[in-house]
């Protein structure tokens, strides 16, 4: 298949405006610019029919503010900071501290409902750890010296229950790296309020945990078994891991061992991945070039299951395959030419309009390489996000803008997800009608009570609930810092007020959090279910606060200079090069 990114001169395009109609604490009706697609493909690949037409003759984007580091820079994106927007969401995770201290520290997870605290990651206190590169972002000295001294305190021997290594390492391990990074780098004058003793227990329990961790891959392969147990730590003899729970350690993995100078680390997780990198068999492992399949059996490092997506089970492989590059460009170069080639195969085989709202763009996920399916979740809104960051981070100019204009398109897709219900508030997942293909019974149109709502918003509901999930803001903070445009600040804004309508709990007039709510086309979310996600402070609160908030060392950069790259969990780790 010819590739679809070349080294051509960069396509010119105007900066039109995007068609979106705010209105904040209201809902938000969106007209978004059809998507291309990007281009003939030729013949389709062995494993599978390319997708015909696919809409790629139509015209994509334009968007304001489309630059790169590629470009002569000579219009880089303005930002415009919303003090009174950032300082509410600052106070909204202030009363989620509050109400996680009162009830549930040091325990790892907050019922708001009830007031109460129990332990579902290990009783090291989750949500204190996930909590504190938010709460150093926004300068809670107060929150900050109460984690670390809780910190200190971890017994991270001490468990009864099964430890999960992709969890452990996303939560835990990366909110330590990324403290760690934060106090000895753009805040190290604040970090002169401690002893330097404090500093270093940070990642002397890094180190404690990913040692406690490192049985994982004690396999032949090196493919790691994702449930553990300690004392003394041991694997579960699983006979298969996913996708993304491997894909998704090799950033704080190596993160640890350049900060350490113990190169155990790194080695251990990049083994793993370098079966992703190279996939075998490619009959299963590799159905489209650069989608990977989404199980692989930890013994022979085969790959066993050939169906996959971007959702969920295999979404931060490809989220992480950018972030290394961006970590590391003269190091993981490699990863970066396999994200490509993941792009050009989602173009090809997986982009769908829909037939209510053709100009509605996502992605469907595949069955065994040669069956689409129409549905789509929360998590995958990631991806508009990735794209978008692999766009400032291109080789051309023209891979920049299509990289983009992608991204832009996702990203504006899973906003009418939020602004088409009742709640504001998408959905975990969701349906549509693809415009392509003939209707059948894998592409049929919704029930007939989502008829008229089909019609009118391009998807339907396939399940209601929203568990305080982050991946539409943060795929509107990239949207917003690669174009500058304050619409995405304005869309974001509006989410949170939704969200804070419907998922804030208050009792007796006090607040208790935030719970996930039961059916986001219901009044009120319909009902909370009492559970408050430890990433709900780590990810949501950051990224809305982030895109309101001043420039900063943290803050994503277009044209070079960025010093930090957000994990999967958005903890931001200091960069290899380029900061």
């Known amino acids: 298949m010819r590739p679809l990114f070349g080294s051509g001169s960069p396509l010119l395009r105007t900066w039109a405006a995007i068609l979106l109609t705010l209105t904040l604490l209201a809902r938000i009706s969106i007209a978004l610019p059809p998507s291309t697609g990007g281009g ?15 809409g790629h003759n139509r015209q994509q984007g334009p968007y304001p503010n489309n630059n790169n580091n590629n470009n002569n820079n000579n219009t880089l994106p303005r ?18 501290w509050d109400a996680y201290y009162k009830y549930a520290f040091p325990r790892d997870s907050l019922r708001p409902v009830r007031g109460e605290g129990y332990d579902d990651r ?8 996930d909590a504190l590169s938010t709460a150093l972002i926004m300068g809670k000295w107060e929150i900050v010296d109460v984690i670390l001294g809780h910190v200190q305190t971890i017994d991270f021997d001490k468990t009864d229950d099964d430890v999960s290594l992709f969890e452990t390492t996303i939560r835990y391990l990366g909110g330590l790296i990324s403290a760690y990074d934060l106090l000895t780098g753009p805040l190290k004058t604040q970090a002169t309020r401690y002893p330097p003793s404090t500093i270093q227990d940070i990642l002397t329990q890094a180190v404690r945990l990913a040692d406690n961790l490192k049985v994982a891959f004690h396999t032949p392969s090196g493919i790691p078994d994702n449930i553990l147990r300690f004392n003394p730590p041991r694997t579960t003899n699983s006979t298969t891991n996913g996708l993304a729970t491997i894909g998704t350690l090799v950033l704080e993995w ?13 080695r251990l997780a990049q083994t793993a991945e370098s079966h992703l990198l190279s996939p075998q068999p490619p009959s299963i492992g590799e159905p489209f070039p650069g989608l990977l399949g989404s199980d692989v059996n930890i013994s022979t490092g085969l790959f066993v299951s050939s169906s996959g997506g971007w959702g969920g089970g295999s979404d931060s492989f490809y989220e992480y395959l950018v972030k290394m590059h961006v970590y ?25 309009h829909s037939t209510a709202r053709p100009d509605l763009t996502y992605l469907a996920m595949w069955e065994n390489a040669t069956t689409l399916h129409f549905v789509s979740e929360h998590l995958a809104c990631f991806s508009g996000g990735t794209f978008l960051l692999a766009a400032l981070h291109s080789p051309t100019p023209s891979t920049s803008t299509r990289l983009t204009n992608l991204g832009l398109d996702l990203t504006t897709s899973c906003l ?20 392509l293909l003939p209707p059948s019974r894998l592409n049929h149109l919704p029930p007939t009570n989502q008829s008229a709502f089909h019609r009118a918003h391009g998807f339907w509901t396939a399940s209601p609930g929203y568990v305080l999930r982050p991946e539409v803001f943060e795929s509107l903070y990239y949207a917003y810092r690669a ?40 009044v009120g979310g319909g009902g909370w279910t009492d559970f408050m996600e430890s990433f ?37 780790i200091r960069v290899a090069e380029g900061g």
Request: net charge positive.
């Open 122 to 129: 290990n009783g090291w206190g989750a949500t204190a750890v």
């Open 254 to 266: 190596t993160r640890l061992s350049d900060i350490t100078g113990n190169p155990e680390y790194a």
């Open 483 to 522: 174009t500058g445009d304050a619409r995405f600040q304005d869309a974001a804004w509006a989410a949170f007020g939704a969200v804070e309508r419907a998922c804030a709990v208050v009792v007796g007039g006090r607040s208790r959090g935030y719970s996930s709510v039961r059916d986001v086309d219901w």
């Open 328 to 352: 590391s460009p003269s190091r993981f170069g490699a990863y970066r030419d396999r994200f490509l080639a993941a792009t050009d195969s989602s173009l090809a085989y997986l982009l769908s």
């Open 536 to 572: 709900w402070m780590a990810e949501v609160v950051k990224y809305a606060y982030l895109i309101q908030a001043e420039e900063a060392p943290w803050q994503v950069k277009v044209g070079g200079g960025g010093q930090f790259v957000f994990n999967t969990e958005a903890h931001p």
């Open 40 to 54: 003939n493909h030729g013949p389709g690949h062995r494993f599978g029919p390319q997708r015909p037409g696919n």
């Open 79 to 96: 930002y415009r900071p919303h003090r009174a927007r950032a300082e509410a969401v600052s106070r909204a995770f202030q009363n989620s």
């Open 416 to 435: 009418n997800t939020y602004t088409s219900t009742l709640t504001h508030i998408g959905p975990e997942s969701f349906r549509w009608q693809d415009s």
